[in-house]
């Protein structure tokens, strides 16, 4: 039996190297967005709201993020039959709405980010964007 384990992290600059390059692809869309950043543990590393983003998208991008980090996948996976109870259940910290998506590199869960504020389609590409940065 093993009671430690050995683990990679993001760090503050991973999660900053995200964050830059998912506002700069928001920039080029010309979509202003709120863009949140965890790590593994839920815990916030980096987030934004960009001018003119909708202040109340804040809060989807985290449950987006919250949602990816937790269970390791894109937010999408939530199953649509689920999405509503699953999002009482947990005060609407989890929800099933695009653009989370988790933050993995070389097979481990780093995290997840969420963006939120324009189409799911918009969402999702700005955080693919940011996943790019750092080879994610």
Known sequence: MSFVRETKLLTHQGALAVLLAAVEKAEA???PQCIVIVDANGEVLAEIRMTGAKFLSRKSALAKALTAASIGNET?????????AIGLATEGRVTGLPGGLPIRLDGVLLGGIGVGSGSGEQDIEVARAGLAAIGA
Do not use: D, W
């Open 76 to 84: 999408l996976s939530i199953p649509e039959a689920v999405r509503t």
């Open 29 to 31: 869309m010309g979509q």
